[in-house]
């Protein structure tokens, strides 16, 4: 299997250390403001090198953290507490908004049939962890103390710079603006900020330094090697996290442990919809929810999101989604009527193999998958290979083929359906409404999108 290493830049045949039990750590989400269609993206991604590592034969321990504290709005640890800032936008305590925006990504992963890793950590259960790692670095000379905190000094790490391969003169010249009184170096970065004098802060803890909160990065390091050990395999982040978020957890962690900390680095590109960044100024920006509101299947996005390797940035658009719910239903219908698998074709089963072990070819992966639906094989060797291919892209292809069949909207319905919409199009909306509720009275809910009527039952 080979994988590409940010590390090293380039791509690796991989070789996990043994035992043969794989540790890999996620960066979870931050819980302060909804996640959108592109953190997703990330999510179904690592779902997709899970599935790669099990198909291979790998046992995977997959730990992720939910960032519950301590996440400042700028990287540059400047700037408003990111959990604070979210609690005064929806008017909620810190903690109900962590509450809040963990179920609404708990949701969102599940509409997508994102497997939940083995361990989820809050960062606010292991404060302790986290001190104690501080404590470490402390003891081996790494730290110093500011007025604002405890921070980790870049300079006394030679090896700062290997994950980012940034220029530490370049990094000088564009670090003017959010210099931070008393920090040493440009990179340097805090592992425990106090509180500031005489607020109270709805999250704060006592520490060796006085009453404060950690820094982003720390948790990380602490609960990453609390559950995988001071060395471990894989570590995952969208590409934002090289340059400051992971580059400060390598030092972090191997400053204190004297050891590698992370064999492999991946790191998932971004989305963007209609080539633009997604914001909520751009009304652009869309969550797993909007996409089910919209009348759309989920798996229908995960199916989308398979379409771009997960290095390349994916553009997003309506119509592109259109295109995958239409291909990923075809399919359902396509196995749907198929024999009871027998014994898989080896030849497609290797070439699949080899695009998945190919960095996740997910793109080629799918096109294989197409071609051996559309090979003269027998439905019963195909269903067999399918059913083993879709362990890695998970589209739960048997399963929501046979509830497919249950949804087979009656031939009455599609008739109004049809008739309804040439009234649409004349302009008749008396017309039409009437016969929406001729629809509804027959138990079907009909929505309206840019993309046609969708029917549902109600
Ligand atoms: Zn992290």
Known sequence: MKLYNTLSRSVEEFTPAPPAHIGMYSCGPTVYDYQHIGHMRRYVGDDILIGVLKYNGYDVKHVMNITDVGHLVSDADSGEDKMEKGAKKFGLSVWDIAKKFEQQFFDSTEALNIKRPDVVMHATDYIAEQIALIEELEKKGFTYKTEDGIYF??????????????????????????????????????????????????????????????????????????????????????????????????????????????????????????????SKSLGNFYTVQDVIDKGYDPMALRYLYLQTHYRQEMNFTWESLTAAQTAYHKLLREVATWDKPTKGITEFEERFSEAINDDLNTPKALGIVWELVKSDYSTAEKAASIAKMDTVFRLNIFTNAEKEQTINFPQEVMDLVKEREDFRKAGDWAASDELRNKIADLGFAIKDTKNGPVISKK
């Open 153 to 278: 000094d870049t300079a006394k790490d030679s090896d700062y710079f290997k994950l980012s391969r940034q220029n530490p003169d370049e990094l000088k010249k564009g670090a003017r603006v959010e210099f931070i009184s008393g920090k040493r170096n440009v990179a340097d970065f805090a592992l425990w900020k106090f509180s500031p004098e005489g607020e109270k802060r709805q999250m704060e803890w006592d520490s060796p330094w006085g009453i404060g909160f950690p820094g982003w990065h720390i948790e990380c390091s602490a609960m990453s090697m609390k559950e995988l050990g001071p060395s471990f395999d894989i570590h995952t982040g969208g590409i934002d996290h090289i340059a400051i978020h992971h580059t400060n957890e390598i030092a972090q962690s191997e400053c204190a442990t004297g050891k590698e900390f992370v064999r492999y680095w991946v790191h998932h590109n971004f989305l963007v919809v209609d080539g633009e960044k997604m």
